[in-house]
């Protein structure tokens, strides 16, 4: 397994794509349920599923045209905001057959404690405010418990060349 570290955005465009997230976090969660055990009740991230982040205008003027320089095919794109005492308990993306690649952006909050990849063994990686962190959908990763007072805000995405079942096409974008 490997990762691919790449200093994608400004700490201004950062700074205006965390405020886009905090702004609509309500609105998200009021679209359904929180679907994943991995993290606490009512998390912005259990709703992965519900709405793709590059809908809103603010946010795609900004990461889309970078996303293109680096990749083709569609990306569904999800927020995280993790509170102290929160967490991401070790998840991977994809199941046995799926082949695809995943990305997370750190964007605000305190940097501390990094984001977990379990290699053969665990390596914690630092967070850089814009820096996007590319890896395989097999790889597991966590966010252990945050212990700090501004939210820690962050985008995930699955970054697909096609997409198999033209039913969940509505969740991606194409880049």
């Known amino acids: ?25 309500d609105m998200v969660k009021s679209l359904g349920p929180d679907i994943y055990g991995g993290t606490v009740d009512d998390s912005l991230t259990g709703r992965y599923y519900l709405f793709n982040y590059l809908n809103i205008p603010e946010i795609n003027k900004i ?8 990749f083709e095919g569609y990306v569904q794109c999800w927020a995280n905001t993790i509170r102290n005492g929160e967490y991401i308990k070790p998840h991977c993306h994809g199941g046995p057959t799926d082949d695809y690649l995943c990305a997370n952006i750190f964007l605000s909050g305190n940097t501390e404690p990094g984001t977990t990849y379990f290699f053969d063994k ?18 597991v990763h ?19 060349r096609d997409v198999s079942d033209p039913d969940n096409l509505d969740r991606y974008h194409i880049i």
């Open 142 to 160: 966590e966010v252990q418990t945050y212990q700090h007072d501004e939210v820690r805000v962050s985008i995930g995405m699955d970054i697909l």
């Open 1 to 25: 397994m490997w990762l691919t570290r790449i200093q994608l955005l400004s700490k201004e465009e950062c700074q205006t794509i965390s405020d886009c997230i905090l702004e609509k976090e």
């Open 122 to 139: 665990p390596k914690t990686i630092e967070n850089n405010v814009g820096e996007m962190i590319v890896f395989h959908s097999h790889l």
């Open 63 to 70: 990461l889309k045209p970078k996303l293109q320089n680096h």
